[in-house]
């Protein structure tokens, strides 16, 4: 089957969109097309939206066990396209193999999850409110929110979606998806997979088109109650105002500048390992990316050691190569704003131990060096701002409470990890830790389990498990008299 697919999906039906213009999506290795796709106008938003507005009362009334079937039909198609879908996802995103099978599983395992959810909803939609009130008694409705909004990055594309899809499909709310521009080949086949299952027609629409227009379009539509967004800050803030006119709801999972604290107590190898994968993979274009080194100074020297040779040791090259380890960044911007840092870190006079530059290997495609930045000040852009690159930047600290304090000195608050053979420490550090996922001596993986989403200024509200369920609820009490 052509996964690549070159069109808006509409109330149900393949869409060329109304204005005549395509954009192309640019594959980062060879900077040559793959393919274009539509720019859907303000237009062909409402028409997704009151197709989505339509099909809500038929699909919100079905029992979740109903849904569930949809929902695991939906992902028995992303499975049975995976040997399509993976090349497609390394040629649109310049990922390793695993890392784009690893996409696919994971949307497939996000999804069944939140099919098992809606199982489980049917028993807990209607609960009598335990309470002894004289003359009055009440029960707590789970409602579906309705027709819901998703603006989606181009770093994993059709996991995060379905990290949004699962939940909504279960809670009983119909959606409207722009992927990113960028890539957005793997959201778009959501489309396929949904006919495959036979999903109702307008229960799940894609529109695809730039942020300024498509997205702002979305944002902005009066018949949507949710906006559930991932990407930067900065655009997540431009969402937040455009949600504001009506008072729409909003998840917002946005970036991060996540700390890796490192005690003298650790396993150095296992540490080095951890802060290479904490920034290295995808290319370190990861919202939990852990950019912040953060090491006690008895052995700062002795890790960075390890790390350099860790990065020294990356083949970097396309995915077309079995033994690459890190491919390029997925985009032309992306790699401008990478390696505008590297510029930065020169003019600040950073202390560049490895790395530090476009690749020397490669004529074409968006290549840049596994890099590693030591003694960096506190004042530093790199050691502030979201690089979203193979960039790593190394302080030091002398005790607990200064590293707590460093790691917390940061206007985001996703993911952290510890570093530590002492339990009782890494529980004491880890409940001080402004983040919303603390890893203890293992990688940063999210199983759909647990929670995702941040403090501060790395978000608004919870992806995943239950809370990623409660996103897309609406809870009505109902009292009348006993
Ligand atoms: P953006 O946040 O700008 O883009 C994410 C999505 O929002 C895309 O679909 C984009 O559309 C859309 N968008 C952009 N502007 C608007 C708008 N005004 N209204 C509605 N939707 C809009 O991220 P970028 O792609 O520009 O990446 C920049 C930086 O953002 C990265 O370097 C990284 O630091 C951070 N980022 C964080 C991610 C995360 O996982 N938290 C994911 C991606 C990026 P379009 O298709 O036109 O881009």
């Given at each position: 089957m052509n996964v690549l697919i070159e069109r808006n999906f509409i109330n149900g039906a393949w869409d060329e969109g109304s204005t005549g213009v395509s954009h192309a999506v640019i594959?980062?290795?060879?900077?040559?097309?793959i393919g274009h796709v539509p720019e859907a106008s303000a237009g062909d938003v409402d028409r997704a939206v009151l197709a989505a507005i339509d099909a809500f009362p038929a699909w919100s009334a079905l029992r979740g066990s109903e849904r569930a079937v949809y929902m695991r039909k939906m992902s028995a198609a992303i499975a049975a396209h995976m040997d399509d879908l993976v090349p497609m996802q390394m040629a649109s995103c310049g990922k390793p193999r695993a890392e784009a099978e690893a996409d696919f599983r994971g949307s497939i395992d996000c999804i069944n999850y939140f099919a098992d959810r809606a199982e489980e909803l049917d028993a807990r939609r209607v609960t009598p409110v335990d309470y002894d009130i004289p003359g009055y008694r009440s029960t707590t409705r789970l409602e579906p929110m309705g027709p819901v909004g998703f603006i989606l990055p181009w770093n994993f594309p059709m996991k995060i979606c379905s990290w949004k899809l699962g939940p909504a499909l279960a809670a009983g709310c119909t959606v409207v998806i722009k992927p990113s521009e960028i890539a957005p080949f793997a959201d778009i086949f959501l489309g396929a997979a949904a006919q495959e299952a036979g999903?109702?027609?307008?229960?799940l629409n894609i529109v695809n088109g730039r942020g300024a227009v498509t997205g702002q379009a979305l944002a902005e539509h009066?018949?949507?109650?949710k906006i559930s967004f991932t990407g930067s800050t900065k655009t997540g803030k431009t969402i937040m105002k455009a949600a504001a006119e009506d008072v729409k709801n909003i998840g917002l999972e946005l970036g991060g500048k996540s700390p890796i604290v490192v005690f003298e107590d650790a396993d150095l190898d296992l540490a080095a390992s951890l802060a290479a994968e904490g920034v290295f993979y995808n290319c370190g274009q990861?919202?939990?990316?852990?950019?912040r080194l953060l090491v006690h100074e008895n052995i700062a020297e002795a890790l960075a050691q390890k790390i350099i040779e860790i990065s020294q040791n990356q083949i970097v090259?396309?995915?077309?190569?079995?033994?690459?380890t890190i491919g390029p960044l997925a985009s032309k911007p992306q790699y401008d704003k990478v390696t505008g840092y590297m510029d930065i870190a020169r003019e600040e006079g950073l202390n560049c131990r490895t790395g530090g530059g476009r690749?020397?290997?490669?004529?074409?495609?968006y290549f840049v060096e596994p890099t590693l930045y030591t003694d960096?000040?506190?004042?530093s852009r790199l050691w502030q701002e979201?690089?979203?690159?193979?960039v790593l930047c190394l302080r030091t600290f002398k005790d607990e409470t200064e590293a707590i304090r460093e790691a917390n000195d940061t206007q985001y608050g996703l993911a952290a990890t510890i570093i530590t053979e002492d339990e009782e420490r890494a529980e004491r550090v880890a409940a001080q830790l402004d983040a919303g996922h603390v890893y203890t001596n293992v990688s940063v993986a999210i199983p759909p389990q647990t929670s995702w989403g941040g403090f501060k200024q790395s978000g608004i509200g919870r992806e995943l498990g239950p809370w990623g369920l409660a996103g897309f609820l609406e809870v009505k009490t109902v009292t009348a008299r006993r």
């Amino acid at each position: 089957m052509n996964v690549l697919i070159e069109r808006n999906f509409i109330n149900g039906a393949w869409d060329e969109g109304s204005t005549g213009v395509s954009h192309a999506v640019i594959n980062p290795v060879t900077e040559t097309p793959i393919g274009h796709v539509p720019e859907a106008s303000a237009g062909d938003v409402d028409r997704a939206v009151l197709a989505a507005i339509d099909a809500f009362p038929a699909w919100s009334a079905l029992r979740g066990s109903e849904r569930a079937v949809y929902m695991r039909k939906m992902s028995a198609a992303i499975a049975a396209h995976m040997d399509d879908l993976v090349p497609m996802q390394m040629a649109s995103c310049g990922k390793p193999r695993a890392e784009a099978e690893a996409d696919f599983r994971g949307s497939i395992d996000c999804i069944n999850y939140f099919a098992d959810r809606a199982e489980e909803l049917d028993a807990r939609r209607v609960t009598p409110v335990d309470y002894d009130i004289p003359g009055y008694r009440s029960t707590t409705r789970l409602e579906p929110m309705g027709p819901v909004g998703f603006i989606l990055p181009w770093n994993f594309p059709m996991k995060i979606c379905s990290w949004k899809l699962g939940p909504a499909l279960a809670a009983g709310c119909t959606v409207v998806i722009k992927p990113s521009e960028i890539a957005p080949f793997a959201d778009i086949f959501l489309g396929a997979a949904a006919q495959e299952a036979g999903l109702p027609a307008g229960v799940l629409n894609i529109v695809n088109g730039r942020g300024a227009v498509t997205g702002q379009a979305l944002a902005e539509h009066p018949g949507l109650r949710k906006i559930s967004f991932t990407g930067s800050t900065k655009t997540g803030k431009t969402i937040m105002k455009a949600a504001a006119e009506d008072v729409k709801n909003i998840g917002l999972e946005l970036g991060g500048k996540s700390p890796i604290v490192v005690f003298e107590d650790a396993d150095l190898d296992l540490a080095a390992s951890l802060a290479a994968e904490g920034v290295f993979y995808n290319c370190g274009q990861c919202c939990n990316a852990t950019g912040r080194l953060l090491v006690h100074e008895n052995i700062a020297e002795a890790l960075a050691q390890k790390i350099i040779e860790i990065s020294q040791n990356q083949i970097v090259d396309s995915p077309d190569n079995p033994a690459m380890t890190i491919g390029p960044l997925a985009s032309k911007p992306q790699y401008d704003k990478v390696t505008g840092y590297m510029d930065i870190a020169r003019e600040e006079g950073l202390n560049c131990r490895t790395g530090g530059g476009r690749h020397p290997g490669f004529n074409t495609g968006y290549f840049v060096e596994p890099t590693l930045y030591t003694d960096v000040p506190k004042t530093s852009r790199l050691w502030q701002e979201e690089i979203f690159g193979p960039v790593l930047c190394l302080r030091t600290f002398k005790d607990e409470t200064e590293a707590i304090r460093e790691a917390n000195d940061t206007q985001y608050g996703l993911a952290a990890t510890i570093i530590t053979e002492d339990e009782e420490r890494a529980e004491r550090v880890a409940a001080q830790l402004d983040a919303g996922h603390v890893y203890t001596n293992v990688s940063v993986a999210i199983p759909p389990q647990t929670s995702w989403g941040g403090f501060k200024q790395s978000g608004i509200g919870r992806e995943l498990g239950p809370w990623g369920l409660a996103g897309f609820l609406e809870v009505k009490t109902v009292t009348a008299r006993r």
